[in-house]
């Protein structure tokens, strides 16, 4: 019997890093950005369950195939603009496959002195406040992951929000992955800053258009100067073979407000590792997040939220409602550093187990090493109530009604808060066909 | 005085269990191998499974690495130059004193000194004792009422030799022998510790007790505790510990293995106060303890009470297995560290059995420089229909340079199991001094109070009889000297 080559998980990156060559030449400062990229890749071990914070999943669905550069595929793709939200008609920004699409693409609507436009094209006019930004915020240590999206980092979104601007319109963000006959991989880079006493509300929106197995691997850099408010809503609908892997690093200056928002219903394997750092004294940030999943998903949240200086409040509320054999992660840690006095943190993760087969891990952690604090963290696994279910039902609810009622009313929480109304009803619609599709499945046991 | 002061001064009172016993000690040597482990078996007079039982785990020791995972920094203990038995010359060359007299009166007096009296016109009413000193059990008394009521409470080692059916039985059952890497260790060089046996349908008359002292400065303690709990029968235990103030450190591993059959209660209550180093965080016990129970019977329950005042580094996680349909398991804790102390301490719940159910409160008080972490596991299995779990575990700071941490682990593989857990940190509030001090109260009487109050879940949790020793025992960590 002849041997099958077995794609191995620590050679499974270096290996991807064939394909650099291909990209080089274009802007000097993207390549040498990759280069070191490629570097950190090759001198990065790969991440196994023996390491903390990697124990709960497997990557094998990731490195037991191989994957083609998403660029060098020739993509074909139906019509998608369903999914363009109204109030972003003229600031949006969409990338297909990771490149970005000047056709489908529009920012009219930006006041004239916001600097917007992907990376490629700014990094080939030598933008400087592209290079001033790019590749300084994502500061994920010895993470073998936006290694490997710096190696590969070809275009993306970047914006700049002068002093004083306030974006009215949400800037919708669309990432579009298209069904293929290879498996490809992707990693877009967003760079959002946001600059003293400014304002934007971001939309990023990743759909898969098939059913076909990639690999994303998007990281977004957020920079939030002093006084600074940038909402961020984040839509994870790739498709259910993709796997997903995601970084999110904000840095918050003084009396700046970081909102975001994470919704996760797509992917077969998908983790989100949302990092906030507080860069002074008074600020604010949330970062709830919502997670739909069933079949077989596997969904994973790490999150970390850095209290550095003084004042500070953080909220996090995560939901996650698990059907069929799917799997939920989640890990919070909150950090209070020495000297970080007054911080009001609370963090809380609910989670909603439906089925015999689906499986929660959940682990809040606190890490405090100042005195004068208030940190509270809670995490409930359960069902839904029987006394609830019976209430619906002497209302003259059926049993589907009722259930569909309260796995609604259980996610609506974390997406009341979102101030772009499309978003919020395309949030509602996708919680509706969650429910239905649980109930009409044999996934509900 | 200002109330950071004063909070300081409260939690910084003096260790007054630190004085040394001066006994002879028979020569053993130190470090470990396999002749080690033979000879400590044949001072102990040993049956030859025993002897077995020490070679497996050793083996699987010498496979192992020591655990990393735990939330604190130490000199890794050098297991060279630990002496694992450390025995006290017996007059006329008796193995086991068969009374009082053939105890060294130094020994009589230090237990003595630390409040617990042998003697038998002076000894605690209602409660037995079992006092072991550094590897061996001095004495027990109450033995012949307990035996009265069936009930055997005895040093493992008298149980090796008497009931070995048992102990064959049950040892390495709840904790097997490779556990981790201190429960091998301790399998492999285990000295002397409780045993107990509570027959089918029986209470047991009184509070049953072992107060563990370690006095020799080279020697580590290794005990070895196992209660098994018939059908329908009760017991409450507690354990007590010190040792004297050494500028080494000194490793304490021990294992504690309960069973509990159906309808069965175990109460586990421990008030541990080993030597918690000085201010520069030179000296005290690494106290690295596995400790299991075991629900095997329906109904049955098993209950873990802990008071955490002592040691330099703490790893302990008492767990309980759920296994009978409807049993119960609980933890109350409260672990207070101060000056260089680190703990990492929590439990794990494992629910196994149907209608489960399984509560954890744990408070933790961190002052002066030291770490202060709550590790807990909560593991629904997917066959645990109806478990519940209900978890709090809130952290006081006091000072600006010590250091709480929350890690509970949370794994739910059912849907109609409901866990719930919750967890604060905060200091003593400015609010609730300022009430209690317009009440009347200075301001140490006042945030004693509520110190206290935020222990007192916990407090109460004791036995009526160790409340009082309970009660002081944090009295000198939490009020001390406030001048």
Known sequence: MAKVKQQTEQTFLQDLLDFQGSLNGKSEFLDEVRLKGAEEVRNTPFPTKKLEDWKFISLRDLYRDSYELASNLEVDFPDFSEHFLPESKESRLVFINGSFSAEHSSTKALPEEVVIGNIANLAAEGNEQLKEHLHKHADFEDDVFTSFNSAFLEDGAFIYVPKDVTVEAPVHLLFIQTDADKNYFTTSRTVVVADEDSEITLVEDHIGLGDNKYFNLPVVELNLEDRSFVKHTKIQRDSFEAIHIARTAASVAQHANYESYTITRGAKLSRNEPRIFQMDEEVEFTVDGLVLIDGDQVSDTHSVMDHRFSHAESHQLHKCVINGKAHSVFNGKIYVQKDAQKIDSFQENRNLLLSRKGLVNTKPQLEIFADDVVCTHGATVGQLEEDELFYLKSRGLDEQQARELLIYAFALETIENITVDSVQELLVDEVHRYTERQLDSELTV | ?483
């Open chain 2, 1 to 483: 005085m200002s109330e950071s002061e004063a909070l300081e001064s409260m939690v910084g009172g003096e260790y007054k269990y630190g004085f040394t016993t001066d006994v002879e000690y028979e020569d053993f040597p130190t470090g470990i191998n396999e002749e080690i482990i033979r000879e400590i078996s044949r001072r102990k007079d040993e049956p030859e499974w025993v002897t077995e039982f020490r070679l497996e785990a050793f083996e699987k020791w010498k496979e192992m690495e020591e655990p990393d995972w735990p939330n604190v920094e130490y000199d890794r203990p050098d297991f060279d130059n630990i002496q694992y038995y450390s025995s006290t010359k017996k007059k006329d060359g008796k193995k086991k004193p068969e009374s009082l007299d053939d105890v060294d009166p130094e020994i009589l007096e230090t237990y003595e000194k630390l409040g617990i009296p042998l003697e038998e016109q002076k000894q605690l009413q209602g409660i037995a004792v079992d006092a072991v000193f550094d590897s061996e059990s001095i004495f027990t008394t109450f033995k012949e009422k307990l035996a009265e009521a069936g009930v055997i409470f005895c040093s493992i080692s008298e149980a090796i030799q008497d009931h070995p059916e048992l102990v064959k039985q049950y040892m390495g059952s709840v904790v097997p022998k490779g556990d981790n890497f201190y429960a091998a260790l301790n399998s492999a060089v285990f000295s002397d510790g409780s045993f107990v046996y509570v027959p089918e349908d029986t209470v047991c008359p009184m509070e049953l007790s072992t107060y563990f002292r370690i006095n020799n400065m080279q020697s580590g303690q290794f005990e070895r505790t196992l209660i098994i709990c018939e059908d329908n029968s009760q017991v409450s235990y507690l354990e007590g510990c010190t040792a004297p103030m050494y500028q080494e450190n000194q490793l304490h591993a021990a294992v504690v293995e309960l069973v509990a059959l159906e309808d069965a209660e175990i109460k586990y209550s421990t008030i541990q106060n080993w030597y918690s180093g000085d201010e520069e965080g030179n000296g005290g016990i690494f106290n690295f303890v596995t400790k299991r129970g075991h629900c095997r019977g329906d109904n049955s329950k098993i209950s873990w009470t802990q008071v955490e005042t002592g040691s330099a580094i703490t790893w302990k996680y008492p767990s309980v297995i759920l296994q009978g349909d409807n049993s119960t398991g609980e933890f109350y804790s409260v672990a207070v560290t101060n000056q260089r102390q680190q703990a990492d301490t929590g439990t794990k719940m494992i629910h196994v059995g149907k209608n489960t159910k399984s509560t954890i409160i744990s408070k933790g008080i961190s002052a002066g420089e030291s770490n202060n972490s709550y590790r807990g596991l909560v593991k629904i299995s997917p066959r645990a229909d109806g478990a519940q779990n209900y978890s709090v575990c809130d952290s006081m700071l006091i000072g600006q340079t010590c250091g709480a941490h929350t890690f509970p682990y949370i794994e739910s593989a059912n849907p109609t199991a409901k866990v719930e857990h919750e967890a604060s940190t905060s200091r003593v509030g400015e609010e609730q001094i300022f009430y209690l001090q317009q009440r009347g109260m200075d301001e140490d009487d006042a945030i004693s109070m509520i110190v206290n109050g935020f222990a007192k879940e916990v407090l109460q949790k004791l036995p009526m009889e160790f409340a009082v020793e309970a009660d002081k025992l944090l009295g000198i960590k939490l009020e001390g000297s406030v001048g």
